[in-house]
């Protein structure tokens, strides 16, 4: 079903696919250098869920995400909704994702434009947790500059 690839304690992310479980594993790297444990799972499918495994991996009482690469709608997070397997559970769940129609640009501007690299990521859950992040984090942290195009 899934597999954490990298344990914390004070907040979870929930994502899949190379370029996002990147941004995750970048923000989780930013929180931990502020003290902070963000717990990053990998989901590699989108459709085949179980109540077993998100009471295994999500923090009860805790924040959690899931970080998608495309529309709020229509994603992981609408089909646990859709089945219920978000239904019932005492976790806090956020769904982070487009809000609007992607931007045109390589894979580094559109996800700083959105605010979806990792840096934005750790903004994010830091600020929900009451935490300033420290550390100057850059806008290109999230270098594909190498990939092809």
């Not at 976790?91 to 934005?120: M, R, W």
Request: proline share 5%; net charge negative; charged share 20%.
């Amino acid at each position: 079903m899934g597999s954490i690839i990298k344990d914390g304690d004070d907040a979870c992310i929930v994502s899949y696919g190379p370029v996002m479980l990147n941004e995750a594993l970048i923000a989780s790297e930013i929180l931990q250098g502020n003290g902070i444990g963000l717990r990053v799972v990998n989901m590699p499918w989108l459709n085949i869920t179980s109540d077993g495994f998100f009471n295994n991996c999500l923090l009860e009482d805790k924040m959690n995400y899931i970080l998608e690469d495309h529309m709020k709608f229509g994603g992981l997070f609408d089909h646990l909704n859709a089945s219920k397997n978000l239904g019932g559970h005492k976790q806090k769940i956020t769904c982070l994702g487009l809000d609007v129609f992607p931007q045109c640009g390589n894979p580094v501007e559109v996800l700083n434009y959105h605010k979806l690299n990792g840096a934005s990521i750790a903004k994010v859950i830091g600020d929900n947790l009451g935490e300033k992040i420290k550390e100057p984090i850059p806008d290109n942290y999230s270098d594909y500059s190498e990939a092809p195009q």
